[in-house]
């Protein structure tokens, strides 16, 4: 393949000219040369060496640097791909090292052959599972393992997310990287509670799952002072003990309490005594917080401030009155909202959506 040599500094201006006359080689990359030089790759329809366009800069021949597939279904086979159709995976999701996607009917039966264009493809991936849906008690997904690296078909896996590692399961525990924003939104509320009490905080996250709201809270110096936390789901229990352990280490902080249970969190003013002794509540059962929210006031301390923050499935119709109808549940509860807001953070369905309370209030 012939090679424009260009000085380094010139190779935008040189690219720019090429690709506007068509005469830069598709699908080709440009290489690095000796002494700070670079050769662009130029199709059969440029110019030869002695035209005055190249203001005398030489053409060589190369081998040239073709680049990879730009899509994983570039590595299938044509055939395959058209008895696939317009039934072809068209997204995907990743958690940790490991990728999960939905497929038709239509294309199950062609599950390893995709899975092992999309490895090829991503080699972050170690596993490809197909999303089966939802089944048993706590709404997990039914992942089929199609193909791994090493014959390794684990589905622990671990995400970063700020900066912390969190160990999770997809199939077995439910994790959403997508609420990432609203874990930092907790901490920026947190902080600003802190501020405000003029101390660490005493918090409870009774649906944690496996903790990703917990890692950015106990990993902030001087942000926590006592943690309560659990799940009733005991492979979320399992995951959440050992991710905590974890984020502690990773703080310089000292608890003064740690408590995590594998219960309904409806249990949890039972396990503290009803003390009302917590500062910072969240409350993450999509489906069901509203309807728990009244049998976990009873947790909130007295005599200052307290937050809430929790998350909502509700009718799209109904999210005016929200506000009004936590605010009911609070006073009756024998608390005084200082401030509360709910709002959509995204679409669940055509009727419903997810939603986010947040309410600051206190307890005579």
Known sequence: MRHLRVPSAETQHWLELCRTQNWLQKGAGVLSLEGGLKGIPLSETAPPESDECWSNNSIFSAQG???????????????????????????????????IVKLEQQTRQYGNQIAEAMLKQLPSVRLVCADNGVIGEFRVRDLEPL???????????????????????????????????????NLSVAKKLRKQLSRPLRICDPYAGVGPSLASLLTEDNLVSECYAGDLNPASFELLKG?????ISKSPNILNELEIKNIDARKWKDELGNEHKIDYLLVNLPHHSIEHLPELLPLLSTEHSTVIRGWAIIDRESLALQEGNITSMIELAGGNVEYIRCSEVKGFSSSKIFMRFESWQTFS
Do not use: C, M
């Open 243 to 247: 991710n905590i352990e974890h984020f």
């Open 147 to 185: 193909a791994s690296r090493n014959e390794d078909i684990s589905t622990i896996t671990q995400i970063k997310e700020n900066g912390v590692l969190i160990s999770t399961d997809p199939a077995k525990v439910y994790f959403s990287a997508r609420l990432s924003k609203e874990r930092e939104d």
């Open 65 to 99: 640097l073709t680049k990879g597939p730009e899509h994983w279904s570039e590595h299938l086979d044509q055939k395959l791909l058209q008895d696939i159709g317009e039934e072809l995976p068209n997204s995907y999701e990743i958690q940790g090292d490991i990728l």
